[in-house]
C-alpha cells in the first residue's frame, strides 16, 4: 500500500473539503518537524476559514491563478517568492501580507528549514523541500518547466498537466524555429499568451532570437513584464506604430487587431481559431517521466491540475515500477469541523 509508505516515511498527505461536502483540488502535507512537532503545509491552496485551525504555511510555487495565490496572498503565513509576490500584487491589485525569499534561498518556516529550487515554469516560479523528523526528503514542484536544478528526494509532490501518456497532445517540444520565423517575416505580428507566464517567456525567447524593437502589450501585461524581467528591452502600448509591430496579447485578445496583423497563439493546444506555435511552460509527459527516475523518489504523489491527468500519470508511473498515487486515492481530510 503506498499510503501506507507515505505514512512509515513520516509523511500524511491531507485533502481539503469545500462548502459543499466535495474535495477541493488541494493538498496539505502533515509531518514532525526536528523538535517533533506536528506541522501542517498548505500547498497551493485557498485560505482555510480563520475560524479554523490554520497551516503552519501557504506555499506558493507560483502566481498562476490555478495555484491559489490570490486567496493564500492575503494570510501573513503565505510564503512564496519576492517575484511570484509582485506578480500577485499586479495580478490581484491586492497587498500581499505573507514573507518572501529570493530563489534559491533557504526559509524557516516554525524552525523547519525550507529550501527552493526553481522550475523554470514563469518568473519567481520555485519548488520547495524539507526534511522531517526522520530524515524523509520531500520535495514540492508545483508546475515544472525545466527540472534540472531540482534535489533527489523520498517523496515527490508534482504536477501532472501534460501527464497522459496516451494523450497526443501531451507529448511536445518547443518550436523555436516557427516561432523564430514568424517573428522576422515581413508585416505586424501577433503572438496570443497568457499575461502571466507565457507573455514572459515569449519576450525572453523574442529578445534571445536577436529582436530589439518594441514589444506591444496591454498596460498589465507590461507591469507584469517589466517587474519579472531584468532586461525587458521597449515595451509599448497597444495602439499601432506601423508595419513591424510585435504584439504580445492573450490570446482571446488576438481578434480585437488589425485584419493585416498575423496571429499566432503560443501553446501546446490544439482548440484556438489560429496556428499556433508549440511553446510550453511546462514538461510533456516524457519530460514528467524523466524527472521522476532523476529524482528518484521513493513515492511520487501527482496533486495538479484538477482532472483526471493526476491519476493517468500516477497510473503510467506505478506501471513502470514506480511507487505513485494521485490525490484522488487520498482519504484523509484536513480535519476543520471539529473545531
Ligand atoms: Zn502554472
Ligand atoms: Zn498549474
Not at 141 to 160: F, M, N, Q, Y
Request: aromatic content about 8%.
Amino acid at each position: 500500500m503506498i499510503s501506507k509508505k507515505l505514512i512509515d516515511l513520516g509523511v500524511l498527505a491531507l485533502r481539503q473539503r469545500n462548502s459543499r461536502g466535495t474535495f477541493k483540488p488541494h493538498i496539505s502535507i502533515r509531518f514532525r518537524d526536528d523538535s517533533g512537532d506536528l506541522r501542517t503545509f498548505s500547498i497551493d491552496t485557498t485560505r482555510t476559514l480563520g475560524k479554523h485551525p490554520q497551516p503552519d504555511a501557504y506555499l506558493i510555487t507560483h502566481a498562476h491563478s490555478d495555484h491559489n495565490g490570490k486567496s493564500a496572498m492575503l494570510s501573513p503565513r503565505a510564503v512564496c517568492t519576492e517575484k511570484t509576490a509582485a506578480a500577485l500584487e499586479i495580478r490581484h491589485d491586492k497587498k500581499y501580507v505573507g514573507s518572501m525569499c529570493s530563489l534559491g534561498d533557504d526559509i524557516d518556516i516554525e524552525g523547519v528549514r525550507v529550501k527552493t529550487y526553481p522550475t523554470e515554469h514563469t518568473a519567481g516560479a520555485t519548488s520547495f523541500y524539507w526534511e522531517n523528523d526522520v530524515g524523509t526528503r520531500i520535495l514540492v514542484t508545483g508546475d515544472v518547466k525545466d527540472a534540472s536544478k531540482l534535489p533527489p528526494c523520498d517523496v515527490l509532490i508534482t504536477e501532472a498537466n501534460y501527464g497522459d501518456p496516451e494523450d497526443p497532445s501531451c507529448h511536445f517540444a518547443d518550436d523555436l524555429d516557427s516561432m523564430k520565423c514568424a517573428l522576422f517575416e515581413s508585416g505586424p505580428v501577433a503572438f496570443g499568451a497568457y499575461e502571466f507566464g507565457k507573455a514572459q517567456r515569449a519576450v525572453e525567447l523574442m529578445r534571445g532570437f536577436g529582436y530589439n524593437g518594441a514589444i506591444r502589450m496591454e498596460a498589465r501585461t507590461r507591469a507584469l513584464t517589466r517587474s519579472m524581467l531584468e532586461d525587458a528591452g521597449e515595451l509599448a502600448g497597444l495602439e499601432s506604430g506601423g508595419e513591424d509591430d510585435v504584439f504580445v496579447v492573450a490570446p482571446w485578445d488576438l481578434n480585437k487587431l488589425p485584419w493585416n496583423v498575423k496571429k499566432y497563439v503560443l501553446s501546446c493546444r490544439a482548440d484556438y481559431p489560429y496556428p499556433t506555435i508549440k511553446i510550453s511552460d511546462h514538461l510533456d509527459v516524457c519530460g514528467l517521466e524523466t524527472m521522476v527516475r532523476k529524482l528518484d523518489p521513493e513515492v511520487t504523489l501527482v496533486y495538479h491540475p484538477g482532472g483526471h491527468r493526476p491519476s493517468k500519470f500516477s497510473k503510467h508511473l506505478n506501471s513502470i515500477g514506480i511507487d505513485s498515487i494521485s490525490i484522488d486515492q487520498i482519504g484523509n481530510v484536513l480535519s476543520n469541523e471539529f473545531i
